[in-house]
């Protein structure tokens, strides 16, 4: 199982925990939300616990606790900016279709 960080994304994880003065790490995270099912969550990361599994890349970990694992298992957090927007984007291989407005997505009913 794997969570990947682009630079741009692990540059701005780096930016955003100085900002916000700590935190271990990105915690990833997925709510149900929207029209298609799930939405992604993201905060700093106080803390893991036991439950959570914790990626490590280029000095930023990534925890996840592990009901939410099987939804994002592969993903790749990406940072981009397109104009005055800047956003994470999730490439998540378990994605089977997306909402329109791109807020929410659906997965394989395996990945449940």
């Known amino acids: 199982m794997s969570i990947t960080l682009t630079e741009a994304a692990a540059q701005r994880v780096r930016q955003y925990m100085i900002d916000q003065g700590g935190g271990i790490g990105m915690r990833?995270?997925?709510?149900?939300?929207?029209?298609?099912?799930?939405?992604?969550?993201?905060?700093?990361?106080a803390a893991a616990s036991a439950e959570d599994q914790v990626f490590e890349q280029?000095?930023?970990?990534?925890?996840?606790?592990?009901?939410?694992?099987?939804?994002?298992?592969?993903t790749e957090i990406d940072f981009v900016r397109q104009g005055l927007n800047?956003?994470?984007?999730?490439?998540?291989?378990?994605?089977?279709?997306?909402?329109?407005?791109?807020?929410?997505?659906?997965?394989?009913?395996?990945?449940?």
């Open 28 to 45: 990833l995270g997925v709510r149900k939300m929207g029209c298609s099912g799930w939405a992604y969550t993201v905060d700093v990361a």
């Open 58 to 74: 280029d000095g930023v970990k990534v925890v996840v606790d592990a009901r939410t694992l099987p939804l994002v298992d592969g």
């Open 86 to 112: 800047r956003n994470f984007v999730f490439r998540n291989p378990n994605v089977a279709g997306e909402c329109g407005c791109g807020e929410s997505f659906s997965v394989e009913r395996a990945a449940i």
